[in-house]
T-cell receptor, first 110, second 114 residues
Framework: SQQGEEDPQALSIQEGENATMNCSYK?????LQWYRQNSGRGLVHLIL?????REKHSGRLRVTLDTSKKSSSLLITASRAADTASYFC??????????FGAGTILRVKS | NAGVTQTPKFQVLKTGQSMTLQCAQD?????MSWYRQDPGMGLRLIHY?????ITDQGEVPNGYNVSRSTTEDFPLRLLSAAPSQTSVYFC????WGSGANVLTFGAGSRLTVL
């Protein structure tokens, strides 16, 4: 069973708009990570937020974490066509296993 | 600095054949892992290793073997390929003990089993 589940499954926006995707998880975590995957490529780490943090920024990325609701959101501001990719949340369980959700497919139209 | 290198990039097998997917990293990472990615299911952990000589099972280990004789290499063996093993396989590594398991991924190996 998957620990993390992203919502929505797919998102299509215009260039310049903001994109928000959400991740829900089931068990207690030490940290939550977001990864990006461009078509046909490996995943690339974007940002990590620890369980004692509520919000974190990296460039145009903003991640929030609500441990009481077991959920996280990734906001990409002022999106670009190059942001078109799949985005995955991942949670660390059992001290070493990183479990991924099914991902959100983001399409940014220019 | 090559990062994580996977070979081959593409492979077609017949049911029952065996093969090995190679993974090598040059970052001196202690942690290495194998995932498979299927449409609509995200990535699922097959096997992982926290150091040379140490391996453990992930979510979907059946039909796969691994070994870790060196820090750099973590091959994944398919003993008797089945159509259900058609997938894209990713190897990933991280510097174990850093307080968080941030993975560096290879480019993937696409396997088709006929």
């Amino acid at each position: 069973s998957q620990q993390g589940e992203e919502d929505p499954q797919a998102l299509s926006i215009q260039e310049g708009e903001n994109a928000t995707m959400n991740c829900s998880y089931k068990t207690s975590i030490n940290n939550l990570q977001w990864y990006r995957q461009n078509s046909g490529r490996g995943l690339v780490h974007l940002i990590l937020i620890r369980s004692n943090e509520r919000e974190k920024h990296s460039g145009r990325l903003r991640v929030t974490l609500d441990t009481s609701k077991k959920s996280s959101s990734l906001l990409i501001t002022a999106s670009r066509a190059a942001d078109t990719a799949s985005y995955f949340c991942a949670t660390e369980i059992d001290g070493n296993k990183l479990v991924f959700g099914a991902g959100t497919i983001l399409r940014v139209k220019s | 600095n090559a990062g994580v290198t996977q070979t081959p990039k593409f492979q077609v097998l017949k049911t029952g054949q065996s093969m090995t997917l190679q993974c090598a990293q040059d970052m001196n990472h202690e942690y290495m892992s194998w995932y498979r990615q299927d449409p609509g299911m995200g990535l699922r952990l097959i096997h992982y290793s926290v150091g040379a000589g140490i391996t453990d099972q992930g979510e979907v280990p059946n039909g796969y073997n691994v070994s870790r004789s060196t820090t750099e290499d973590f091959p994944l063996r398919l003993l008797s390929a089945a159509p259900s093993q058609t997938s894209v396989y990713f190897c990933a590594s991280s510097p174990w003990g850093s307080g968080a398991n941030v993975l560096t991924f290879g480019a993937g190996s696409r396997l088709t089993v006929l």
